[in-house]
């Protein structure tokens, strides 16, 4: 194989809002497969996490995002992102929940190239609030 030193181009950072309206500030999101990726999410709004909660939740390929939300829904005892093995192989990367005025980050290498559904699992959100990761 050929060698070469990770540079800057090899990370990313991608930053996500979520207000009081139930909106996420983007539906796409972009990277390159193998990029370290930062993933920022803050919430702009007011309202607390148990009203108006919200995280970004990143599906592996093929998963079904309407029937994961629905898993989700009943979930409230772990902040609505039940903690089972099925579930975690269905998720690529996960932020926590957050209320308003919280932020948080994770990272993850972004996998191969491909489109990965993204939603907020909060009961009711995944509608509005979803987009996709395009792995490039
Ligand atoms: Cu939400």
């Known amino acids: 194989g050929i060698w070469r030193l990770a540079t800057a181009e090899d990370a990313v950072t991608l930053e996500v809002t979520g207000n009081d309206l139930m ?6 999101l972009k990277v390159k497969s193998g990029q370290k990726v930062t993933l920022k999410l803050k919430h702009t709004g007011l309202l607390t996490k148990a009203a108006m909660g919200h995280n ?7 998963v079904v995002m309407a029937g994961f939300a629905t898993k ?8 609505y992102l039940p903690e089972d093995e ?6 690529l990367a996960a932020t ?16 191969a190239a491909g489109e990965y559904a993204f939603l907020c699992t909060f009961p009711g959100h995944f ?3 979803n987009g996709k990761l395009i792995v490039e």
């Open 86 to 91: 099925e579930t975690k192989k269905q998720i």
């Open 23 to 28: 909106q996420f500030s983007t539906k796409e």
């Open 96 to 111: 926590k929940m957050l209320g308003g005025g919280e932020e948080t980050e994770i990272t993850f290498t972004a996998p």
């Open 127 to 129: 509608a509005i609030m």
């Open 72 to 79: 989700c829904m009943t979930a409230a005892a772990t902040d």
């Open 56 to 62: 970004v939740v990143i599906l592996q390929a093929g």
